[in-house]
């Protein structure tokens, strides 16, 4: 967030828009300082990261905030420069990748048919086509509480009788459904086959048995 703290004289200050809020700069010191950052600083670099450039930012803020000095607004500048071109290294260095000087030819060419298509059928094309104020103020009254009898705007009611027609096409395409009670009873008559088959088994084991002692 910009630092909006005498806006007057920020105006005469190159590249002000660096300035951010001091609690912005607080966030910053105590993260670096924080026992987990330390750890993953560790982890990446092998060493803890310095951290006095974000304590010294937060007290230049301070400064500026306070008494407007330009001088400690201009040393938060300087730090900023700092960081963006640490943070940008990496870009700027890569030799990997040919960085383009124009777009490409074809950048604007006309989308496919099946994709205007489903753009036309969009929820935000609809809302577009409509009246644009009424459904605006109709959104409003809903989330104020203004209706009694509030009445959806287009897209949402387009919307909902989409789902309301596919929910009617799977019930006619699914299979009826099984009641409770008979899955029940077909589940007792597999287990109770089961226990026959089982029975059965076991009575032929011990007569066989039998027959080999005898």
């Keep these: 967030n910009l630092n909006k703290s005498h806006i007057e004289i920020l105006h005469t200050i190159p590249e002000s828009w660096m300035l951010r809020e001091c609690e912005d700069y607080k966030k910053e010191m105590k993260s670096c300082y924080a026992f987990k950052s330390r750890f993953y600083q560790f982890y990446v670099h092998g060493k803890a990261s310095e951290c006095s450039h974000w304590e010294q930012s937060f007290d230049d803020c301070k400064e500026w905030s306070r008494n407007a000095d330009v001088e400690a607004a201009k040393r938060i500048i300087a730090n900023e420069k700092i960081r963006i071109k640490e943070r940008l290294k990496?870009?700027?260095?890569?030799?990997?990748?040919?960085?383009?000087?124009?777009?490409?030819?074809?950048?604007?060419?006309?989308?496919?048919?099946?994709?205007?298509?489903?753009?036309?059928?969009?929820?935000?094309?609809?809302?577009?086509?409509?009246?644009?104020?009424?459904?605006?103020?109709?959104?409003?009254?809903?989330?104020?509480?203004?209706?009694?009898?509030?009445?959806?705007?287009?897209?949402?009611?387009?919307?909902?009788?989409?789902?309301?027609?596919?929910?009617?096409?799977?019930?006619?395409?699914?299979?009826?459904?099984?009641?409770?009670?008979?899955?029940?009873?077909?589940?007792?008559?597999?287990?109770?086959?089961?226990?026959?088959?089982?029975?059965?088994?076991?009575?032929?084991?011990?007569?066989?048995?039998?027959?080999?002692?005898?």
């Design 90 to 214: 990496g870009h700027y260095e890569n030799n990997v990748w040919e960085k383009r000087t124009a777009p490409p030819e074809d950048w604007d060419v006309p989308l496919p048919d099946w994709l205007l298509k489903r753009q036309k059928e969009s929820n935000l094309h609809t809302y577009f086509d409509g009246d644009k104020e009424e459904n605006e103020r109709v959104i409003n009254d809903i989330v104020n509480g203004n209706q009694t009898e509030q009445k959806l705007p287009q897209f949402q009611q387009r919307q909902i009788e989409q789902e309301t027609s596919s929910q009617e096409a799977n019930k006619e395409t699914s299979p009826p459904p099984v009641s409770n009670a008979v899955a029940v009873k077909d589940s007792d008559k597999e287990m109770e086959l089961l226990l026959k088959q089982i029975s059965s088994s076991d009575s032929k084991k011990e007569s066989d048995r039998r027959c080999s002692i005898m």
